[in-house]
């Protein structure tokens, strides 16, 4: 059997559903652990009495390290395979936060953050990989970013906890949690966690391919002998992203997730500041803030549901248009809370909603055989983004700018966006064969 037509003519079963789960409990302790440090900041900052710039080599070397681990992990798990690349990454992160719970100095501090940054990286572009393998083709879309949408959910979670444990049992706490949580699900992991079939063939091994299908199905024929209508690579992954014609698609997709991530961090990390200098006292800054969070999960659901009936380019093309119209408009709302909530919740479905979907586009741009390279190159080029957002809106609130100038600019780089969704979809045609010659 022709193991992608085989998928695709399933209902999805037990096998996936599990797959699903773990692959959705991965990614919520990868949000809530990447935003444990933005959590535990004030704490820290009272408990060792140091000033908030001190902070800022933290927050990179975490930042730094998500890039790294993403570039890293996406190229080793298309040579060794998602599974014990996911099982390896859940421990070294695990470990880095709990370790993080000891830290006593800020070079310690700063040290962890990069380990654990690395074991973090490693989990996204994996965890989509896997479940895009075992999804069939009409609704890989909304599985993949069903699966994204527990990043966001996380962080959400993970400000929740924050909030109780803090108080009561001080910052520490928070990392505890953080690294006790992975250790607990990676036992489930070890027994369930299937590897990838696709890849399995493709490395040539269909005794081990057929073991996984056969915990699927286990109605297999015994003489069953499943193939894959894909051809493996011949290089170094990360060489094989600009070979056969994947040059243009690859850097589209680089520009495209850091024009992204530039807006979203920015909006993540300077909001709530920039409603404070507005005259919102801090409790509705902060609710507003969350507006952001609550529209990308509300963006995530809606756009995997939409892109599985209409595609990724109309999808990606409205959002980003509607992104830019909304953040242009944002710069002009003074004081106007109930107008304010609904266009921070807008921007948050559109920047935070649809980035799980241009994670989503690289996963279906590739072949299996590339398919966690590309993704975790998006991702970590992306991160380049993610740092200089934060960045970008410090130096530009120094120099002054106003918030109709902060907010127009975004809004130009959501229009840049969408020219980089249009060009990409503008790239010819070409057949399987052209593909793979």
């Not at 022709?2 to 302790?29: H, N, S, T, V």
């Not at 992160?93 to 310690?108: K, N, V, Y």
């Amino acid at each position: 059997m022709e193991l992608g037509k085989w998928l695709d003519e399933r209902p999805l079963g037990a096998f996936q559903y599990r797959l699903l789960i773990l692959c959705g409990l991965c990614m919520i302790l990868d949000g809530f652990d990447v935003q444990a440090m933005g959590y535990v900041a004030p704490a820290l900052l009272e408990d060792w009495g140091i000033a908030k710039a001190a902070l800022g080599p933290v927050f990179g070397s975490g930042l730094l390290g998500l890039m790294l681990g993403a570039l890293l992990f996406g190229a080793v798990a298309d040579r060794i395979g998602r599974r014990p690349v996911l099982l390896l990454c859940t421990l070294l992160f695990s470990a880095g936060m709990l370790a993080t719970s000891l830290a006593a100095s800020l070079p310690q501090l700063i040290a962890l953050r990069l380990i654990t940054g690395i074991g973090l990286g490693g989990i996204m572009p994996n965890a989509m990989a896997l479940a895009g393998e075992y999804s069939p083709a009409r609704r890989r879309a909304s599985l993949m970013m069903i699966i994204s949408c527990g990043f966001t959910a996380g962080a959400l979670l993970g400000g929740l906890l924050a909030a109780w444990l803090i108080p009561a049992h001080g910052w520490r706490a928070v990392f505890i949690v953080g690294g006790a949580a992975p250790l607990l699900l990676w036992l489930p992991m070890l027994r369930g966690l299937p590897e990838s079939a696709k890849f399995l063939l493709l490395r040539g091994r269909p005794a081990q391919a057929l073991f996984w299908l056969r915990r699927m199905d286990p109605a297999l024929p015994a003489d069953c002998q499943p193939w894959l209508a894909e051809q493996p690579a011949s290089r170094n992954p990360v060489i094989e992203l600009f070979r056969h014609g994947l040059a243009r698609r690859t850097l589209l997709l680089w520009l495209l997730s850091f024009l992204n991530l530039i807006v979203l961090y920015f909006l993540s990390n300077w909001m709530p500041s920039l409603l404070r200098a507005q005259g919102l006292d801090m409790r509705h800054a902060l609710l507003a803030g969350s507006m952001l969070q609550l529209g990308g999960v509300v963006g995530t659901l809606a756009f995997g549901h939409w892109i599985d009936r209409l595609g990724f380019r109309k999808v990606l093309l409205a959002s980003f248009l509607l992104a830019a119209l909304g953040l242009w408009t944002l710069g002009g709302i003074e004081g106007e809370a109930l107008w304010l909530y609904g266009l921070l919740f807008c921007a948050g479905f559109c920047v935070i909603g649809v980035q799980p979907a241009v994670n989503a586009l690289a996963a279906s741009a590739y072949p299996t055989c590339l398919r966690a390279t590309g993704v975790g190159w998006s991702l970590g080029i992306g991160r380049i983004g993610s740092v200089l957002g934060p960045w970008l809106g410090g130096v530009l609130i120094g120099l002054s700018w106003s918030q109709p100038a902060l907010f127009a600019l975004l809004a130009l780089l959501a229009l840049a966006a969408a020219g980089v969704v249009w060009a990409y979809h503008r790239e010819p045609a070409r057949t399987r064969a052209e593909e793979a010659a």
